[in-house]
């Protein structure tokens, strides 16, 4: 089994800030794939960012040039980087870890950012 933990969520103005963590335990053997999606109210959960075991990344259009995923192979870790933050971007944030041709969720982390 594998766990995962996020942290760094809260409540931002428009054009702040937030640095999201999410530390990964378990049955770890190695260095796999992550990333993070979010949900808003009323939509489905959707991709923000990945990043490879090779630390290739992608986004989403709509965060490119203001979100940068990054990880910490030797803490298990992966976070998001968020500047510019808009209200657009209110929403549960998860991590998700991909083992074993199994997605690995965290229990989320709530972006709030206002106008």
């Known amino acids: 089994q594998v766990q995962l933990v996020e942290s760094g969520g809260g409540l931002v103005q428009a054009g702040g800030s937030l640095r999201l963590s999410c530390a990964a335990s378990?049955?770890?053997?190695?260095?796999?794939?992550m990333g993070w999606y979010c949900q808003a109210p009323g939509k489905q959960r959707e991709l923000v960012a990945s990043i490879t075991i090779f630390g290739s990344t992608n986004y989403a259009d709509s965060v490119k040039g203001r979100f940068t995923i990054s990880r910490d192979n030797a803490k298990n870790t992966v976070y998001l980087q968020m500047n510019n933050l808009q209200p657009e971007d209110t929403a549960v944030y998860y991590c998700?870890?991909?083992?074993?041709?199994?997605?690995?969720w965290g229990q989320g982390t709530q972006v709030t950012v206002s106008s």
């Open positions: 378990g049955s770890i053997f190695g260095i796999e794939p």
């Open positions: 998700y870890m991909y083992k074993g041709s199994m997605n690995y």
